[in-house]
C-alpha cells in the first residue's frame, strides 16, 4: 500500500475558534514530604483543526500537561488552580460522570505505549465495541462494523479485529489505539509521545497518517514529544517547555526561522543535522533543573549562555524575577528577559 | 591503518517457535567488517536487525554459530577458557543504553573506575588514584574531587554516562563498543555525550557505534554499517552513504527521518513485515518493501558488492554484481 496526500496545510485559516484555552494551569504533584509544580501557569489555546505540538526535555511537564486537558490525572496530582476550557466551560469543576462522558467524546488521549493502552487478554474488536458502547446506544454489531470501518482508516486490514493485541506489530498496535482514539470523532486528540517507541520509518508512515486523518476530518492535535525537529515538521504551531513553563511559541516554521528564548536556540541547536555541513555543535551545558527546587528568577539562567555579570540590571532580573510569557511578533511569544520585539 | 578487529562471517542463529514447529531465526547473519584504531563505526538498522546481537558477540557474551572476529589477526570466537576470554576483554570494553542500570548505587564513581584497573592489573593502589583522576578528566567530569567520591544517584544521566565510558576506558581498551549510548538521555545533553566519543578518536581507539539515529551517526562516525533483518545491506564511509544511499532500504531509512526541515512530504512506505529472518528464503529480505525489486530478487539473494569505491551494498539493482564480490577477496 503506498500511502499519500496532497494537502499540506500550512496553517489552518486564521485564527480559528480555540477547542480548549489553558488558563494559568497549575498542577502539583502533593505529597508529604514535598511538592513539585509540574506545571507552573500554563496558558495555551488550540484552535479547531490545529496540530499544535508541545516540546521539551524529560520531566518538564510535558504528560502533565497532556493528562491535566484529558481530565485524568489521579493522586498525588491536583490542579491546584488555573482553568481549561472547553468550549468556553471550565472542565475542572465537572463531576466525575460528566467527565467519563467528557472524555473519547470531546477529547481522546493517545500514549507512548499502545500496550499499555489496550488490554492484552481481549480481541481488539471486542474493545472498541466496549468503548463505543459506554458512550453510545449502537447494537453490537454496528459498533463492530463501525470499528472495522475505523481500522481501515489507519490502514489496518479490518479482519484484524479478532486478533489479540499480542498478536500485532508495535506500529500496529499504536494505529489501532489512534483509530480508538478517533471513534467517537473528538474535537481534540492528544498524543503524548505516540511514536517515541517505534522506528523511525513505522514513525513515518504514522505521522503522514496523522496529518491525512487530521486534514480530512478536522480534529484539532496536541502533539508532545522531545523530538523537535519532528514537531517542525508536523505541527502548525509549537510550544517550548522548561521547567514547568511554555517559554516560547510560535507557529513551526517561524520558531525554526528565528528562535528567540536561548532554550529554544539550544534546542535546536542540540540536533545534528542529516544533511550538509558537519559542524561541532555545543548542546546546553548543564541538566534540567529538579522541579521540586527549581531556580529562581528565569528558571534557565543556570544553563542560559546570556547569564552573566555584564549586565548588573539584567542579571539581577534573570536571577531574581520570572520572565513572563509575552507576545514579541504576531503568533509569536517568549519569555525572556532579553528578548524584546 | 589495520584493523585492529576483524568480522568475518559472523553468524548467530537462534532457535524460534514451538516444539511442533520448530524454525530458526538468523538474528545475525553472515556480517563482515572490520574496525580500525581511532576511527567510528556506526552500526545503524531498525529494532531487532541484530545490531545489539553483534555487539554481544563480539564481546563474547554470545557465541557466533558460525563466523570469526580476529582481534589482532587472532579468532576469538572459538576461545572457551576464561583466561583467554578475559584477557580479550581487557581490550574490548562495552558502554551500554542504561546509565542508571550499569553503575551499583553502593558504589562511588572512584570505586568504579578502580575495579577494572585492579582486574586488569592495570593500576597498583598508589598509581590508581592518579589514573582515576586522569580518566575523569578526559571524560570532562571536573572538577575531578567533587565528582570523584559521589554515589551514581548524586549525578545526573549524562554524568553517569560519562562515569560508564570512563570505566570503559581504564582499562586503555583498544576497541569501545557503545549499544545506543545516548537514547536515554536527555536531548540537550546528548550532544556532550558525542562530542566525547568524537574527542576519544585520538586515543587511537577503534569505536563501534550502535544506533538507530543516522543523524547522529553521521555527526561521529567515519564510516556506517546499515543493517537488516540480520545481514549488512550497505556500508561505505557515513557522509557518501548518507548523501547518496545506494540501498533501497537505506534511502527509506533516510527519507524517513525527521530533519525538520521538509515539512512532511509523502514518501512512499510499502507495507511488509521488516526483519524477516526466521527461516529465511532464497531473495533479497527486503523484496516485500522494495520499489525497485525485479524477479530475480525472490531467486537468489544478492550479496555484498562494492559498486562504487569503498561503497558496498547488497542489492541486485542498485550493486549489481560485476566482477566478484567483495567478500572473496582478502579484507585489507
Ligand atoms: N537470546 C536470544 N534468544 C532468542 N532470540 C534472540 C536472542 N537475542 C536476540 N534475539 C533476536 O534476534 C533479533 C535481533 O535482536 P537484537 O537485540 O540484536 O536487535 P537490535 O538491532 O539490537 O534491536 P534494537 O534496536 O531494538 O535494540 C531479534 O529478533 C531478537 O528477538
Ligand atoms: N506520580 C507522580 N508523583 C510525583 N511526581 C511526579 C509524578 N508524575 C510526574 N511527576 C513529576 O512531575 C514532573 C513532570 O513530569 P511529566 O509531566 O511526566 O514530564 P514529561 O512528560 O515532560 O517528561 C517531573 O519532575 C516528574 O518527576
Ligand atoms: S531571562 Fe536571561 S537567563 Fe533567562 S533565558 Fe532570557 S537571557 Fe537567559
Ligand atoms: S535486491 Fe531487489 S528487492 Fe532487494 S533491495 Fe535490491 S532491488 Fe530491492
Ligand atoms: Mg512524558
Ligand atoms: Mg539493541
Redesign the interface.
Known amino acids: 500500500?503506498?500511502?499519500?496526500?496532497s494537502v499540506?496545510p500550512d496553517a489552518p485559516a486564521e485564527r480559528v475558534t480555540p477547542v480548549v484555552e489553558l488558563e494559568n494551569l497549575v498542577v502539583d504533584y502533593v505529597t508529604r514530604t514535598r511538592t513539585i509544580r509540574a506545571v507552573d501557569g500554563v496558558s495555551l489555546s488550540i484552535g479547531a483543526g490545529e496540530i499544535v505540538g508541545l516540546a521539551g526535555?524529560?520531566g518538564c511537564g510535558k504528560s502533565t500537561l497532556g493528562n491535566a486537558v484529558m481530565q485524568i490525572l489521579r493522586p498525588p496530582a491536583q490542579i491546584t488552580s488555573g482553568r481549561v476550557l472547553f468550549g468556553g466551560e471550565n472542565v475542572v469543576e465537572r463531576r466525575r460522570e460528566e467527565l467519563r462522558k467528557f472524555r473519547w467524546r470531546n477529547v481522546s488521549m493517545v500514549f507512548q505505549s499502545a500496550m499499555n493502552a489496550l488490554n492484552p487478554v481481549m480481541r481488539t474488536g471486542d474493545q472498541f465495541v466496549d468503548m463505543i458502547r459506554a458512550h453510545e446506544r449502537v447494537s453490537k454489531h454496528d459498533a463492530l462494523e463501525r470499528a472495522g470501518d475505523l481500522l481501515e482508516l489507519v490502514g489496518i486490514d479490518r479482519r484484524r479485529l479478532r486478533a489479540y493485541p499480542h498478536e500485532l506489530?508495535g506500529g500496529m498496535r499504536q494505529r489501532v489505539v489512534i483509530a480508538m482514539a478517533l471513534a467517537l470523532r473528538p474535537e481534540l486528540v492528544i498524543m503524548d509521545e505516540p511514536t517515541t517507541a517505534l522506528?523511525?520509518?513505522v514513525?513515518?508512515?504514522i505521522?503522514?497518517q496523522i496529518?491525512e486523518l487530521q486534514t480530512e476530518l478536522g480534529f484539532a492535535v496536541l502533539f508532545i514529544t522531545?523530538?523537535?525537529?519532528?514537531l517542525?515538521?508536523?505541527a502548525h504551531r509549537v510550544a517550548i517547555m522548561y521547567a514547568g513553563e511554555i517559554i516560547e511559541e510560535a507557529p513551526a516554521a517561524r520558531l525554526?526561522d528565528e528562535p528567540r528564548h536561548p532554550y529554544t536556540v539550544?534546542?535546536l541547536?542540540?540536533?545534528?543535522?542529516?544533511?550538509g555541513p558537519?559542524e561541532?555543535?555545543?548542546?546546553?551545558p548543564g541538566?534540567?533543573p529538579d522541579l521540586a527546587a527549581p531556580p529562581s528568577g528565569c528558571r534557565f539562567h543556570p544553563r542560559c549562555p546570556h547569564c552573566t555579570r555584564d549586565d548588573q540590571a539584567l542579571y539581577a532580573r534573570q536571577i531574581g524575577e520570572r520572565p513572563l510569557l509575552r507576545v514579541i511578533a504576531d503568533e509569536h511569544r517568549v519569555a525572556c528577559h532579553r528578548v524584546t520585539a | 591503518m589495520t584493523a585492529i578487529l576483524e568480522v568475518r562471517g559472523l553468524s548467530r542463529q537462534f532457535r524460534s517457535g514451538g516444539l511442533l514447529r520448530p524454525s530458526r531465526l538468523h538474528a545475525v547473519d553472515d556480517v563482515t567488517f572490520a574496525l580500525r584504531p581511532g576511527r567510528i563505526t556506526a552500526l545503524a538498522g531498525?529494532?531487532g536487525s541484530g545490531k545489539s546481537t553483534v555487539a554481544r558477540l563480539l564481546l563474547r557474551l554470545l557465541t557466533p554459530s558460525s563466523g570469526e572476529v580476529l582481534f589482532a589477526g587472532r579468532n576469538v570466537a572459538r576461545d572457551r577458557r576464561r583466561r583467554d576470554v578475559l584477557r580479550y576483554r581487557k581490550h574490548v570494553q562495552m558502554i551500554f543504553q542504561d546509565p542508571f542500570g550499569s553503575l551499583n548505587p553502593a558504589k562511588t564513581v572512584r570505586a568504579h573506575l578502580e575495579r577494572p584497573l585492579r582486574i586488569h592489573g592495570i593500576a597498583g593502589r598508589r598509581d590508581a588514584k592518579a589514573r582515576v583522576d586522569t580518566l575523569l578528566e578526559t571524560v570532562g567530569l571536573v572538577p575531578v574531587a567533587s565528582i570523584a567520591d559521589k554515589y551514581p544517584h548524586e549525578l545526573?544521566?549524562?554524568?553517569r554516562q560519562r562515569v560508564a565510558i570512563a570505566r570503559a576506558l581504564a582499562a586503555n581498551p583498544k576497541v569501545v563498543i557503545a549499544d545506543e549510548p545516548i537514547s536515554m538521555l536527555?536531548?540537550?545533553?546528548?550532544?556532550?555525550i558525542?562530542?566525547l566519543m568524537?574527542d576519544l578518536k585520538e586515543l587511537e581507539i577503534a569505536f563501534l557505534y550502535v544506533t538507530?539515529d543516522?543523524?547522529?551517526a553521521?555527526?561521529v562516525a567515519d564510516d556506517i554499517l546499515v543493517m537488516y533483518a540480520g545481514q549488512i545491506v550497505e556500508q561505505g564511509p557515513v557522509?557518501e552513504v548518507?548523501?547518496n544511499p545506494l540501498h533501497p532500504y537505506t534511502r527509506?531509512?533516510?527519507?524517513?527521518?525527521?530533519?525538520?526541515?521538509?515539512?512532511?512530504?509523502?514518501?512512499?512506505?510499502?507495507?511488509g513485515?521488516?526483519a524477516a529472518a526466521v527461516d529465511p528464503a532464497p531473495g533479497c529480505r527486503f523484496v516485500d518493501r522494495c520499489p525497485l525489486a525485479i524477479a530475480v530478487c525472490r531467486q537468489t539473494t544478492p550479496e555484498l558488492v562494492e559498486a562504487e569505491p569503498g561503497r558496498i551494498a547488497r542489492c541486485h539493482v542498485t550493486a549489481p554484481r560485476q566482477r566478484e564480490d567483495v567478500h572473496a577477496q582478502p579484507a585489507a
Open positions: 500500500m503506498t500511502l499519500a496526500f499540506t526535555e524529560s506489530s522506528d523511525v520509518v514513525q513515518r508512515e505521522l503522514q496529518r522531545h523530538d523537535l525537529s519532528l517542525l515538521e508536523l525554526r539550544g534546542l541547536g542540540s540536533f545534528p543535522p542529516l544533511h558537519v561541532r555543535l555545543t548542546g546546553i541538566a534540567p | 531498525e529494532s545526573s544521566g549524562g554524568q536527555d536531548v540537550s545533553i546528548r550532544i556532550g558525542l562530542n568524537r538507530h543516522l543523524a547522529s553521521r555527526y557522509d548518507l548523501a527509506l531509512l533516510i527519507a524517513s527521518v525527521p530533519d525538520g526541515e521538509r515539512n512532511l512530504e509523502p514518501i512512499e512506505i510499502r507495507k513485515t521488516a
